[in-house]
């Protein structure tokens, strides 16, 4: 975790203001960056961020409806990766209100780390998710609680052919009487 240093101010000690910001030049209409955008301010030493935005499925920075300091604080802080907020769940619920619940039927993996679902930069994807359901489901559901392979013939039309968000919709928390099962 990287915190900015008490004699510098600066997270990264190897780093100089300059490298983001051009005092005596007008490069940019705001903040003195380096370059015209701060998103190509920040692309100088993230390129591998530049690549994820151009994913299918991504941050809306492109679009122009957020930026890097939307998220991170480039000159430090008391949480992982930058991030402004004190963890990676306050900082996705700080525009996804609606995850954080409070739910009767928590998701546990939802309570500890977004970051465990999603690839908060982009992904190829639907909704930034790392792997495609049922595999990310499978990383933790192994196949003995939930088997994939139906019961009996009327089990069959439930199961099959299905993946596992059209039954468990409510996968970030639940207040439904159908309990922590976070289906319809």
Known sequence: MRRASASTGKADPTK???NCHRVMENVSETRNFAKKTELETCFQCHELRRAQLQRSSHMPVREGKLTCTSCHNPHGSQGPKQLKQDT???TCFSCHPERRGPFVWEHPVVSENCGTCHEPHGSTNPFLLK????RLC???HNFTF???QPFNSNDARRVLGRGCTQC???IHG?????GNRFVR
Not at 131 to 134: F, L
Not at 174 to 178: R, T
């Open 146 to 148: 939930h088997p994939s």
């Open 174 to 178: 639940s207040n439904h009487p159908s």
């Open 168 to 170: 468990h919709t409510n």
């Open 131 to 134: 792997v495609r359901p049922p």
């Open 88 to 90: 990676i769940n306050e």
């Open 16 to 18: 100089a203001c300059t």
């Open 138 to 140: 499978q990383q933790c």
